[in-house]
């Protein structure tokens, strides 16, 4: 088994590929269309996507703006070799980041929040080791 992809329900599907692409520095790798169901598609990733890297899915049901998040859903994860440059750089980009670069409460380990047009949580770890690699936040 391998881990493909997290879906993501979005209320305007060019609004959050522009944010993923632009802001975050993913590749749009697919879309589809369902016009009997209404729905459409977008596959986003670093590197390519699949059998790389898990990729995110974004979800437009034709017709519906806005979703409860509920209160069980966390975030999503993106390692990042220097989180404080990555902050900068999504502010630069027009993102809006709700936690500002600095170590964990307890720990060490550097790490920063920034949300998605649609409210989601995306959290920035830094990785020193990484270099970015697959991330468009070196």
């Known amino acids: 088994m391998r881990f493909l992809h997290t879906m993501l329900r979005v209320g305007n599907l060019q609004r959050s590929i522009d944010f993923y692409t632009n802001v975050i520095g993913m590749q749009l790798i697919r879309t589809s ?3 009997e169901y209404k729905y459409s ?3 986003l990733g670093f590197e390519g996507g699949n059998p790389g890297q898990a990729e995110i899915e974004l979800t437009y049901n034709w017709g519906t703006e806005s979703y409860d998040h509920g209160n069980a859903y966390g975030h999503i994860a993106l390692g990042v070799p220097d989180a404080y440059a990555a902050c ?3 502010k630069a980009a027009g993102g809006n980041v709700t936690r500002e670069a600095g170590p964990v409460k307890g720990g060490s380990t550097v790490i920063a929040f920034v949300t998605d047009p649609d409210g989601y949580k995306i ?3 830094e990785r020193k080791d990484d270099q970015g690699e697959g991330t468009g936040l070196r």
Do not use: G
Request: proline share 8%; no cysteine; aromatic share 8%.
């Open 33 to 35: 269309e369902n016009p």
């Open 41 to 43: 598609l977008a596959f």
């Open 88 to 90: 900068e750089k999504i």
């Open 123 to 125: 959290e920035l770890i």
